[in-house]
Structure formats: C-alpha cells, structure tokens
C-alpha cells in the first residue's frame, strides 16, 4: 500500500469516527460513554495522522496495521 492511500484511507477513518461521535452525543448526550469512547478513538485517528506525516521515519508502517492494533487493544462499545 503507498503513501497515497494511506492518507486518504486515514482522512476517511477520521471523518467516519467523527460522524460516529457527533450521532452519538445527539442520541445519548456529550458524557455518555459511547460518545466518550468514540471521542478518544477520534483523538486516537488525529494522532496517527499527524504522527505519520509529522515524522518521516513513522511511515515504514502502515496506517491500518497501527491502527488495528490499537483498536483491537480498546474494544469500542456498541449502541445499545
């Protein structure tokens, strides 16, 4: 995967998890715990995105891989 698609596949994650978030605080309110979750999953996206075109030497890994594993260490709660 390049460079190229990475950024765009990372700019999509973060508009999706920002639509999560905004739907979230509208249906459960703004302290509610799936909005809380997806709150830091958006800072978790901004991070990464920032990280890897800020330092050159974090692109040798991909944007998923990173992600995934961070993902898969804090489960998201689902609406319920």
Request: proline share 2%; no cysteine; glycine share 2%.
């Amino acid at each position: 995967m390049d460079i190229h698609w990475d950024k765009v596949e990372i700019e999509l994650a973060i508009k999706e998890k920002r639509e999560q978030m905004i739907q979230s605080a509208r249906a459960y309110g703004f302290t509610n715990e799936i909005t809380l979750r997806h709150s830091q999953e958006l800072d978790l996206l901004l991070y990464e995105y920032q990280r890897f075109f800020r330092y050159p030497g974090a692109k040798n890994v991909s944007f998923s891989q990173r992600l995934k594993k961070a993902f898969r260490q804090r489960p998201v709660s689902s609406y319920a």
